[in-house]
């Protein structure tokens, strides 16, 4: 009798579960290697991963012990309970609560933050419209926008968590495994589709891997969290790179079959000091989702579930060598991977991570799209609706959130543009900024993390104020401010990155940073981990320390077309110190 791969699948788990009982049990209590129902259906790859690791001589860790007594995605009705009565979770409920979109925040902040799911960071008019409606009803009366271009709702008290979500989902919106071990936001080109240089629209492909997570049981039985991007080899970077699956276009060029490939990298993380790898593997458009699939299980198989700190996709690559990774991808996947050896490939268009701010030309005749600067990714509800009206009446009711926390309006009639511009001037919000101001990225800091060391909104927008009466930076930089090691807001990859921690200075301890300088993403000219410049900087030291260094940049640059970033790389770090002579700061504890 030949059987289905699922049913191949379903019969490995089950087998491996059994020998795993098997071992594990007692000789006189036979009962015990008795089949589970729990090993059924589409969570037995996590279970028979988990009962790998326990043959093994390994110990569960108390998250995958909770996610195996109860799948987080059937505990719906302990969420609606604890809403009814006011509660927040405590305990493992917390983490297991994200499955739903709500992160209870505390003790920064005695309420729920809802993060959403919106394919390639796009949304429309009425949409956004509704999200500042449930802004404003349900939470603080505004939003975040993060660098997986979403959106974020905060200050939710309990009471009111449930009407959140079914207000959420009354827009065709969901928040469904937006956090905890499970697969974010889905980003892709925030041009896609209306940018004269991109090589694919990555926005159906996008939208196919989102309903493809939301439909697959298995995506959701991960050893921790995944990331996963599609560059169309547009004009704005996507940071594939910094993903554990970043899907890059390119084209082939002629005589190697034409047309448009994906090629397929793995294992980013720059938390972890580690851009994603190139495999050598090239795939069609149509076949990037079942390979995603294919990558996300055999992560699921082979996933570390005893070390919370070790459960990423690139501790499995370390471990097994990416060849042998691969192998295990092309079984989940049933057939051998197309290797590029052979085809010939056109560099990558130039991408330009400052670019999207300000008035650009789509490849739309007579349609252009603006690029608006939101301080640090926050938006009011008032914003929220405005942006709404404009896009609606000018545009094609069309927003398009960034990975840098920033948004599009496209599809603006020429003659509109000044209109437009004047408009979102009223908001409060606009389509210029500073060099510093238009690359400034910041997480959530202390004021909505638990885990954050600092302030880093506020931090951000203090710093842009201090520098840009001081420094005449006549070109972009982008400074990343992030609270704790996690490194949501990615200081790695920023021209100077700002990781929080905690300095002691006389018998107080207050909020400081590590500096970190250099780094940079998504292109090969580029892509760069920041190396540490300064420790243990108290925030009262920093906007001076900084100032040094930018001036050093401005007076040492080869030429006035330098960048930051390149005038970093061509110095030592120490030259770099001694040219901003900040050393008594640079070297403070």
């Given amino acids: 009798m030949e059987f289905t791969d699922q049913q191949k699948r379903w019969l490995e788990g089950f087998t491996s579960g059994l020998a795993a009982r098997k071992a594990a049990a007692p000789a006189a209590a036979p009962a015990a290697a008795q089949p589970s129902l729990s090993s059924i259906g589409p969570d037995a790859l996590q279970h028979a991963a988990q009962d790998r690791a326990i043959a093994a001589g390994g110990k569960l860790v108390a998250e995958e012990k909770a996610k195996r007594q109860r799948h987080p995605l059937d505990r719906w009705d302990e969420v609606v309970e604890r809403s009814d009565k006011g509660e927040f979770p405590k305990g493992i409920d917390v983490l297991l609560t994200k499955y739903h979109g709500l992160f209870y925040v505390a003790p920064a902040e005695n309420s729920f933050m809802c993060r959403l799911r919106m394919p390639n960071g796009i949304l429309n008019a009425w949409q956004m419209r509704g999200l500042a409606d449930a802004a404003d009803s349900f939470g603080g009366g505004y939003a975040d926008v993060t660098t997986r271009a979403n ?180 079984t989940e996947y049933g057939a051998p991977l197309r290797r590029a050896s052979g085809i010939a490939l056109a560099p990558r268009p130039m991408a330009d991570k400052h670019g999207h701010i300000g008035v650009h030309p789509q490849k739309q005749p007579g349609r252009r799209y603006l690029g608006i600067v939101l301080p640090v990714g926050r938006i009011t509800s008032e914003q929220m609706r405005g942006l709404a009206e404009i896009s609606e009446r000018f545009g094609s009711g069309t927003l398009r959130l960034t990975v840098w926390q920033n948004l599009l309006i496209s599809d603006v009639a020429d003659a509109d543009v000044g209109v437009c511009i004047a408009a979102l001037q009223v908001l409060g919000i606009g389509v210029e900024a500073s060099a510093i101001r238009r690359g400034l990225v910041a997480c959530t800091g202390n004021a909505g993390c638990k885990f954050a060391a600092a302030n880093t909104k506020g931090h951000a927008l203090r710093l842009a104020d201090y520098l840009e009466m001081r420094v005449p930076v006549d070109r972009p930089i982008n400074i990343h401010l992030t609270g704790c090691h996690h490194s949501c807001a990615q200081h790695y990859v920023g021209d100077i990155g700002l990781l929080a921690c905690k300095v002691e200075r006389g018998e107080e301890t207050v909020e400081g940073y590590h500096v970190f300088i250099g780094g940079g993403a998504a292109s090969t000219a580029e892509q760069s981990m920041a190396r540490e410049y300064a420790r243990s900087v108290v925030f009262d030291n920093l906007p001076a320390m900084l100032e040094k260094l930018l001036d050093a940049w401005l007076a040492h640059r080869a030429s006035p077309a330098e960048t930051f970033f390149e005038f970093c790389r061509r110095h030592d770090v120490e030259v770099l110190r001694e040219l901003a002579s900040c050393a008594p700061i640079a070297l403070a504890a």
């Fill in 151 to 330: 959106l974020q709702i905060r200050e939710i008290p309990a009471h009111r968590a449930i009407d959140l979500l079914t207000a959420v989902q009354a827009l065709g919106l969901t928040a469904r495994g937006s956090g905890a071990d499970n697969i974010r936001n889905i980003t892709g080109g925030a041009t896609a589709g209306i940018d004269p240089q991109e090589l694919i629209d990555t926005r159906p492909l996008c939208t196919a891997m989102h309903h493809y997570i939301l439909n697959h049981r298995e995506m959701y039985g991960l050893p921790r969290k995944f990331n996963i991007a599609f560059d169309g080899g547009g004009k704005v970077p996507v940071l594939e790179d910094t993903n554990d699956i970043g899907f890059v276009a390119a084209r082939a060029q002629d005589g190697s079959g034409g047309g448009v490939y994906f090629r397929l990298q793995l294992g980013g993380i720059t938390g972890h000091h580690d851009f994603a790898h190139e495999t050598g593997v090239l795939l069609k458009p149509e076949e990037c989702v079942k390979v995603a699939g294919a990558v996300v299980r055999a992560f699921i198989v082979h996933g570390d579930r005893t070390n919370r700190a070790k459960a990423r996709l690139k501790y499995v690559l370390d471990r097994m060598g990416r060849d042998a990774f691969l192998k295990e991808v092309e």
